[in-house]
């Protein structure tokens, strides 16, 4: 479906991408579960081409520029190209901005996670280093480690839960970063589905690699 709602944005004119997870477990060989798309367009925009396509448009997430496009029981998550304002309370941006797609991948948690596939011409757009992170089999931040983790505390969690399932190796200074975050505060349900993902549930790092150093 996430090709789907791809090629009507696209043909609309709009700069369209899978991003995400997707692309990185398709790299990796992965069964993909959730397609995720980033897009140019506005959600105003989204709506309207999801709705002249036949689907369903769930305004669930507009205030931070993502709508889930519902269609016969499948959904895809359609995020505008966004930049972050400042992040209080460890969880959520007080406000987003409009941006481009090398500045939204900027914002996001891990590199291996921030990979841009144009599914029309099957083309990987990595302005982040995700591919050499690849095959290095490394997890790292996407610029600063400390500011990535003081904006979303429970990316700590997400980073955990990354090098368990994809056996990856923590980069240095990712690791020394996450070992300094307090976790106290967050809701018990929001660490456990972080820690649980799409796949089978993980405990703390026992799989995972020994940080180098």
């Not at 409009?98 to 914002?107: P, S």
């Not at 790292?140 to 480690?145: A, L, Q, S, Y």
Request: proline share 6%.
């Amino acid at each position: 479906m996430g090709r789907r709602v791809a090629s009507h944005l696209a043909a609309a004119g709009h700069e369209v991408y899978a991003v995400g997870g997707c692309v990185r477990d398709l790299l990796l060989g992965r069964p993909v579960h959730d397609v995720d798309l980033a897009t140019a367009a506005d959600p105003d925009t989204v709506e309207r081409l999801a709705a002249d396509a036949g689907f369903t448009a769930v305004a669930v997430g507009k205030a931070f520029g993502v709508i889930i496009v519902v269609d016969d029981g499948e959904q895809v998550e359609v995020a505008t190209f966004r930049s972050d304002g400042a992040y209080i309370d460890g969880r959520r941006p007080t406000s987003i901005h409009a941006a481009d797609a090398a500045t939204d991948v900027e914002r996001r948690d891990f590199t291996i996670n921030a990979l841009l596939l144009d599914l029309t011409t099957a083309t990987i757009i990595d302005h982040v280093g995700g591919l050499e992170d690849l095959e290095a089999r490394r997890l790292r931040t996407v610029g600063d480690p400390a500011r990535r983790f003081a904006e979303d505390r429970l990316r700590v969690l997400r980073a955990l839960r990354f090098a368990a399932h994809l056996d990856l190796a923590v980069d240095p200074a990712t690791w020394a970063a996450l070992g300094g975050v307090d976790l106290g505060g967050l809701a018990q349900p929001d660490r456990a589905v972080t820690l649980v993902g799409p796949g089978p549930p993980v405990g703390l790092p026992g799989p995972m690699a020994a940080p180098p150093g």
